[in-house]
């Protein structure tokens, strides 16, 4: 019986593009690498502890109807295969870090791929939280001072489009 190697082909394609070389942090605008930075930035370790809004922001970045996201030591979806049993959350918080103006969250996605991610929105008083920039990052940043070494690294990856 002959195979066809599409399918080989497409999700080898697929993995390629989502692990997009180092930049140098393009991925974060230097707005955002500059204030993640210097900023002085609160830390949430749980999505309780993200405004409402916030949250409703990130649902419509990823394209969710409501925000879906497992706390940091939950369970959830890591690979393509579904388990039985309830569906999981496909993100996973790791942290976010906020103040006044900004608000970057740090998840990982599964999937074909297990991928870390930073994205970051703008705040204002009185209005929705706007998506700025986003990146994928090499893995799992326990805590601010270590994405903040990888910031400052340069140990970022392309902006990765719609795929968040």
């Known amino acids: 019986m002959k195979h066809s190697r599409w399918p ?3 999700a ?9 070389s180092e930049s140098g942090g393009k991925g974060l605008s230097p707005e955002d690498r500059k204030h993640l930075l ?10 309780s502890e993200l405004p409402p809004k916030m949250k409703a922001a990130f649902a419509t970045l990823v394209k ?3 925000f879906e996201m497992a706390e940091p030591e939950q369970p ?3 690979g393509d295969a579904i388990a039985p049993g309830p569906p999981l959350p496909v ?28 994205v970051a929105f703008g ?11 986003g990146t994928r990052v ?15 690294a340069g140990k970022l990856h392309e902006n990765v489009g719609d795929f968040w």
């Open 8 to 10: 080989l082909f497409l």
């Open 12 to 20: 080898a394609a697929s993995i390629a593009l989502l692990g997009a």
């Open 38 to 47: 210097s900023g002085k930035l609160t830390v949430a370790r749980k999505t």
């Open 64 to 66: 969710q109807p409501a």
């Open 76 to 78: 959830f979806q890591v």
């Open 91 to 118: 993100r996973r918080l790791v942290l976010a870090a906020f103040d006044e103006t900004a608000c970057f969250v740090h998840y990982e996605r599964g999937g074909v791929a297990h991928l870390y991610y930073v």
């Open 123 to 133: 705040l204002e008083k009185g209005k929705d939280p706007v998506f700025r920039s």
């Open 138 to 152: 090499e893995g799992r940043l326990e805590d601010l001072s270590t994405l903040r070494e990888a910031v400052a």
